[in-house]
């Protein structure tokens, strides 16, 4: 091993045992959400990650979209988070079009569904009842449900 080489690996291990490494990577949090109620192998799932009143439902720091398995399921995987307070709401895209079907009023008429499993009274839950807070990694369940019945 030439002396530049052995350099490299000596930096190398250096920054992967440094305490600035592990430091950065002990505040990076993964979320897992697994969203059920849709119909096996159709469509899509619309998931949209909030970190704010302000900014619940209009604003979402994220936006990820996945498909229906064979038991309506939807998995995401949502990596390096902050520790923090999030909502989440979600909507069944049955066609796929990657818009939220509203009816009058601006009901819902696809399947939606929100972090905690709340449900909304004359309109969506608020950013307080489905706000979580994440402190270490977490996989939380959703359940896709109609809007109104």
């Known amino acids: 091993m030439s002396l530049s080489n052995l350099y490299i690996v000596v930096v190398a291990c250096f920054l992967i045992l440094s305490p600035h490494f592990f430091k950065v990577h002990q505040d990076n949090i993964d979320l ?18 909030f970190d704010s009143k302000k900014s619940f439902l209009k604003d979402p720091i994220l936006t990820q ?10 998995h995401f995987l949502i990596e390096d988070l902050k520790k923090g307070n999030y909502a989440i709401s979600v909507f069944y895209d049955e066609d796929s079009n990657g818009e ?22 004359f309109g ?3 950013f307080k009842k489905t706000v979580f807070n994440l402190m270490k990694s977490l996989e939380i369940h959703i359940d896709l449900g109609k809007a109104k019945d």
């Open 65 to 74: 979209t996945t498909g229906v398995d064979e038991l309506g399921e939807s």
């Open 32 to 49: 897992s959400i697994i969203v059920d109620g849709a119909k096996p192998n159709k469509g899509q799932v619309v998931l949209s990650v």
């Open 124 to 126: 969506p839950p608020s």
């Open 100 to 121: 939220l079907k509203t009816g009058f009023m601006g009901i819902p008429k696809e399947l939606v569904g929100f972090s905690n499993n709340v449900k909304g009274t």
